[in-house]
């Protein structure tokens, strides 16, 4: 069973880039799955921001895709997540997920990480 | 982007009940529709994926149904640990999309 871990910076500046790291255990990066990033504003929803493959494929949601990058590190096991130009309305939990193929659900979460946008 | 819409928004239950929460796409997506739970302060949860596939592990009282544009979660009896929030969500296309959530409450 695949385990994955966010980390990063839980405050981040009005205007600065927000950067969160989801560690792989237990499986590998560049198995046959795309691995994506979830958010969730307090007290809301689930918002997809995007996925990629470990062959460097991204897909990015269109209200986010200006500011987003997703990667990966393959030597390292982990994928990150950037999200330029924050404010406040990107204060939320952060979740990195596997998304299991072909049937494309996501079958297995990081206990996620709160991003807190403030000055 | 294809819009997901459930209902109720919230339900209040008892255990043993039999619930049932409905998921609506705004356009025809097969059967890419999964069902999550999410307990407070917790992950999302997978329980159904392609709209009626049981994710190993899950209690046989979950079942899922439909395909095109309305789905169904149905819980047989409901119980203690199942008091949570519900989401539908589509892996037909990208953006992937996700409903607004239905709390069930006691």
């Known amino acids: 069973q695949v385990q994955l871990q966010e980390s990063g910076p839980g405050l981040v500046k009005p205007s600065g880039t927000l950067s969160l790291t989801c560690g792989v255990s237990?499986?590998?990066?560049?198995?046959?799955?795309?691995w994506s990033w979830v958010r969730q504003p307090p007290g809301k929803g689930l918002e997809w921001i995007g996925e990629?493959?470990?062959?460097?494929?991204?897909n990015y949601n269109p209200s986010l895709k200006s500011r987003v990058t997703i990667s990966v590190d393959k030597s390292k096991n982990h994928f990150s997540l950037r999200l330029s130009s924050v404010t406040a309305a990107d204060t939320a939990v952060y979740y990195c997920?596997?998304?299991?193929?072909?049937?494309?659900?996501?079958?297995?979460w990081g206990q996620g990480t709160l991003v807190t946008v403030s000055s | 982007d294809i819009q997901m819409t459930q209902s109720p928004s919230s339900l209040s239950a008892s255990v043993g009940d039999r619930v049932t929460i409905t998921c609506r796409a705004s356009?025809?997506?097969?059967?890419?529709l999964n069902w999550y739970q999410q307990k407070p302060g917790k992950a999302p949860k997978l329980l159904i994926y392609v709209a009626s596939s049981l994710q190993s592990g899950v209690p046989s009282r979950f079942s899922g149904s439909g395909s095109g544009t309305d789905f169904t979660l149905t819980i047989s009896s409901l119980q203690p640990e199942d008091f949570a929030t519900y989401y539908c969500q589509q892996s037909y296309s990208t953006p992937y999309t996700f409903g607004q959530g239905t709390k069930l409450e006691i």
């Open positions: 990629m493959y470990h062959s460097g494929s991204t």
């Open positions: 356009q025809n997506i097969n059967n890419y």
């Open positions: 237990g499986g590998s990066i560049s198995s046959s799955n795309w």
């Open positions: 997920a596997k998304v299991a193929t072909p049937q494309l659900h996501f079958d297995s």
